[in-house]
């Protein structure tokens, strides 16, 4: 991929360099509070190298985000084909985001997810871009909200991939971003 540049960050396929940092939130009980594991080393950069090879074929995924600035990584925010049938129909455009917590609060994924919004709609034609989260991941859910993504009560889940073995993880609630909304927040913002 081609990588896509805002103000502050570069968003760019995973480097080498990226596995310790990658590790290290996939493995943080306060980054993965709404996940139901944790990674261990090896398992951490088999699924860097799934993403990794994701973005290669595709020319998107759930990309690095780095500091323009200094080179660091902060995590993931990026776009990606959903597989959660019969929830979300299959190839249906999901962003989404993980960032080490010290880099938490500073706008950076609504800053990165903006820019990758604007690569799904006016780049790659999709005509809806969601998103879901726990039903109380307030942070997450707020950021879908800034991003002008909508709340779909009638398309909450129970997600599948979430064992049974932790019930409080299960309820996903569904947010929306059509493109006519999303060309009409481009016109406002001008």
């Known amino acids: 991929m081609e990588p896509l540049r805002t103000h502050r960050l570069i968003l760019r ?3 080498e360099r990226d596995r310790v940092l990658f590790h290290r939130i996939n493995a943080d ?3 993965m509070e709404f996940f139901p594991m944790r990674r261990n080393r090896a398992d951490s950069d088999a699924l860097l190298d799934r993403l990794a090879s994701g973005v290669d074929r595709d020319g998107f995924g759930f990309a690095a985000a780095e500091i323009a600035g200094t080179g660091e990584c902060i995590g993931f925010v990026g776009i990606t084909r959903t597989d959660l049938e019969p929830f979300i129909p299959q190839g249906t455009m ?6 080490a917590p010290e880099f938490w609060g500073k ?3 609504t800053e990165a997810s903006e820019a990758w919004l604007a690569h799904a709609f006016d780049v790659i034609g999709e ?3 969601v998103s879901f989260a726990v ?5 997450s859910t707020a950021v879908m909200q800034r991003l002008g993504m909508q709340h ?13 073995t932790h019930p409080e993880l299960k309820r996903h609630l569904l947010y929306r971003l059509p493109r006519s909304l999303w060309q ?6 001008r």
């Open 107 to 109: 706008g950076y994924v």
């Open 135 to 139: 039903w109380n991941n307030h942070r």
């Open 29 to 31: 009980d306060t980054v």
């Open 152 to 164: 779909d009560p009638s398309g909450d889940f129970d997600h599948p991939r979430v064992p049974e």
């Open 184 to 189: 009409e927040r481009k016109k406002a913002a």
């Open 127 to 129: 005509d809806e871009v």
């Open 94 to 99: 999901e962003i989404g985001w993980r960032l």
């Open 13 to 15: 396929n995973w480097e």
